[in-house]
């Protein structure tokens, strides 16, 4: 801690605690260390004592180990406290400050004779040269300097290491660009920051005027990175923090007392280019006027960035529902398998799944998507995005539908990886493991679960070759499940699809492990998985007169559109849904905690993986389509159960 309070103890302020994240590489965003700032300070003080922060990480405070040694103990108290100190540590500053220009203007004296004898060590061509063999060089050259010197030199000029060697064309590019900057006054070098924590409130408006004075351009831009839209205003948090980071210690109280003097302190979003505009003229007794002047509120949304908006939440909508053929066509064009696709392949695949879009319209969608230095499209890296829960956040307010939908279709990508990594699960609360022939394992789904899988056409190739060894294969499979829980490890069955020779892609494979992982513990259900193979060989075979009837639109407070992908998905899961639908009602009910007859749609969808029941999520999208139609995300199962009954 750099300051103490006055009954001696250290104290951390909100700097501090962000400069020390930024040294240990933890960089985070104003709105992320704002929570992290509120869960230390819980009283709003500005700043906590050393005590209070080391019972946050949860380590016990103990004088004699945290507190300094008794006879070093007056002068650390009085560290940052005593003048006679602050100037020692002024002249050491400055001392280092006169080194370091002295040894950059031998530098670029040297120039020339430098990068000479840097080209000519270089004879493998690799533009990089070992610290060791530099200081040899320079020193050569009649520029000598220590190994600390030199680093303090590269770390102020950005010049990284590796290895323990640099680049020098860097090296010589940060000489070449600090001869402007040797070019200012030394009075700009050797001054202070400002201390705003020993200011009193009267003259905090003064300084900050000074400090907006001197740092237009840097405010300007850090105001600029917030403001990405360039509407002028930005919230008053995020000015505040922009504040703070340019005036040195700016404490809570002294930000407010600010406000309050510029008569802005009632307004959630302030005019930045206004601010720094015309900040140097104001004077306390025209406040009422200058603020009045300042323009008030962010303007509405143009009508160009609503229709971006808008673009934005059919593309997710559009993902979401169409991702394995989205996926598809993306590999399509990706002939030489590098993850990426050109900008004109990109705006085919929306005119066919979004809508045909303008020049003007796709301009502002490609300005918003990740794209390589290259200028191609990452499409894995789209993919994630739009396909994810937090894809819907920004498309809210523009389309409540996408959002809605966005919300209950996992990223496929993540499901993978939580397919096989995901840890044992607990079972939930309320449910009940299940002994019909039909029903999965015991063990329940957690909400959020891998993406539901059309694995009927594999299982259909599969059933006539497991049928002539299907009990060899379980012997095996019984073998290797030692704790005998019906489930063996992802590697274990790929391994069997290897020995028994099933003819299945690596693909298939995946897609299989995603459906028979019933408990959300990376294992493979082999038990449900040969069930579903050996002893439903056939569906229940029905007349041609005969055909599957849906329950009537009005017998259903709210049904939405009845495609042609919902009827052919309910057509094939029919027989397996009637082979089980008893138990599969059962476990809805028990779901069903407050006897509603409506379930969530993450609810929904776990039942259904529970009984593997083979549904892609395109179809997935279409069921709720037509059972949520009013998006109130709960599903009547006892209606989705009548479907296949009547």
Known sequence: ????????????????????????????????????????????????????????????????????????????????????????????????????????????????????????????????????????????????????????????????????????????????????????????????????????????????????????????????????????????????????????????????????????????????????????????????????????????????????????????????????????????????????????????????????????????????MPVNAKGRLKYPDFLSRFSSERAATPTATGDSAAAQRGSSVPDVSEGIRSALSLPNQELRPGSKPQSHPCTAASTTAIPGTPPLQNCDPIESRLRKRIQGCWRQLLKECKEKDVARQGDISASEFLALVEKFNLDISKEECQQLIIKYDLKNNGKFAYCDFIQSCVLLLKAKESSLMQRMKIQNAHKMKDSGAETSSFYSALLRIQPKIVHCWRPMRRTFKSYDEAGTGLLSVADFRTVLRQYSINLSEEEFFHILEYYDKTLSSNISYNDFLRAFLQ
């Open 1 to 368: 801690f750099l300051e103490t309070d006055n009954e001696g103890n250290g104290i951390l302020r909100r700097r501090d605690i962000k400069n020390a994240l930024y040294g240990f590489d933890i960089p985070l965003t104003p709105r992320e260390f704002e929570k992290l700032w509120a869960s230390y300070d819980t009283e709003g003080k500005g700043h906590i004592t050393y005590q209070e922060f080391l019972q946050k990480l949860g380590v016990n405070y103990s004088p004699a180990v945290h507190r300094p040694c008794a006879e070093d103990y007056f002068n650390f108290m009085g560290h940052f406290t005593k003048p006679q100190q602050l100037q020692e540590e002024m002249k050491e500053l400055q001392q280092s400050t006169e080194k370091a220009v002295a040894a950059r203007d031998k530098l670029v004296d040297c120039y020339q004779d430098i990068s000479k004898a840097f080209t000519k060590i270089d004879k493998s061509k690799t533009n990089y040269i070992s610290i060791c063999k530099m200081q040899k060089v320079l020193e050569e050259c009649g520029c000598s300097l220590t190994e600390g010197e030199l680093t303090n030199l590269l770390n102020s000029w950005g010049v990284s290491r590796h290895d323990n060697s640099i680049n020098y064309l860097d090296f010589l590019r940060a000489v070449e660009n600090s001869k402007s900057t040797g070019a200012q006054p030394k009075e700009k070098e050797e001054s202070m920051p400002i201390n705003f924590a020993t200011l009193n409130p009267q003259e905090v408006v003064r300084k900050i005027q000074e400090v907006v004075e001197s740092s237009q351009l840097a405010l300007s831009t850090a105001f600029s990175a917030l403001d990405k839209e360039d509407t002028g205003f930005v919230k008053s948090t995020e000015f505040g923090q922009v504040l703070k980071d340019f005036c040195h210690k700016l404490t809570d109280n002294q930000y407010h007392y600010f406000l309050r003097k510029l008569r802005i302190h009632l307004t959630p979003y302030i005019n930045w280019k206004y601010f720094l505009q015309n900040f140097s003229c104001f004077l306390e007794e025209t406040a009422e006027e200058w603020a009045e002047k300042m323009p008030k509120g962010p303007p509405p949304t143009s009508p160009k960035a609503m229709a971006s908006r808008d673009i934005l939440a059919r593309l997710h909508k559009a993902v979401t529902s169409h991702y394995h053929a989205i996926t598809q066509e993306f590999e399509n064009f990706d002939t030489m398998k590098t993850n990426t696709i050109s900008r004109e392949e990109f705006r085919a695949v929306c005119n066919r799944n979004v809508q045909i879009l303008t020049d003007e319209q796709f301009d502002r969608l490609w300005n918003e």
